[in-house]
């Protein structure tokens, strides 16, 4: 793939809204991942329950543990890790928009840590009404993406917790790319 026309390395950052692959929040993200990784002929960095099919569009996989979703602390450190060794200096994030302050909150914080001079954009089609409908699922193996509340219960605390416990709660060390 073509690295996009500006000057700076483009990157896509895709989060995954609860399990598995086939509900309906992460077919959303997968669409719009695929939809900008085209525009901008980007490569994207995304977790194993979002499917990227276009054979055009150069995807690298987070590292996952058996049994256990990645929180979103280390999707976010694992990207930035992908975004330093592939030299992408511009990451477009891909996350429901009720998930998309703690994405950015982490991915930011872990870019500092890590000391890279990364830019970070919004893909605006997150908030396209076409797929209000579908950021929360009763389908989803995780509880607290069935419903507002659900997800607000749990959400909420975590993004109250200062950053620097809620790295220790989150982090399982094990987060390299």
């Avoid at 995954?16 to 959303?28: L, M, V």
């Avoid at 089609?125 to 607290?144: A, C, F, G, P, V």
């Avoid at 950053?163 to 060390?173: P, R």
Wanted: aromatic residues 14%; glycine residues 2%.
């Amino acid at each position: 793939m073509k690295m996009s026309p500006d000057k700076e390395k483009s990157g896509i950052v895709g989060f995954a809204f609860g399990t598995p692959r086939s509900i309906p929040s992460n077919n959303a993200i997968s669409m719009i991942i695929c939809k900008k990784a085209r525009e901008l002929n980007a490569p994207v960095f995304v977790q194993f329950d979002i499917l990227i099919l276009d054979p055009e569009i150069d995807v690298f996989y987070a590292k996952e543990y058996a049994h256990q979703a990645l929180t979103t602390y280390e999707v976010a450190s694992q990207a930035i890790d992908w975004a330093i060794t592939h030299n992408i200096k511009k990451l477009w994030i891909v996350a429901t928009p009720c998930h998309f302050t703690r994405c950015l909150r982490d991915i930011t914080y872990v870019a500092e840590q890590k000391k890279a001079k990364i830019k970070f954009r919004i893909c605006q089609e997150i908030y396209d009404k076409t797929y209000e409908k579908d950021w929360l699922s009763k389908r989803s193996e995780q509880w607290w993406t069935r419903n507002k509340i659900f997800f607000w219960i749990r959400e909420l605390p975590l993004l109250l917790t200062p950053i620097h416990f809620y790295k220790k709660i989150t982090d399982k060390g094990q987060s390299s790319w």
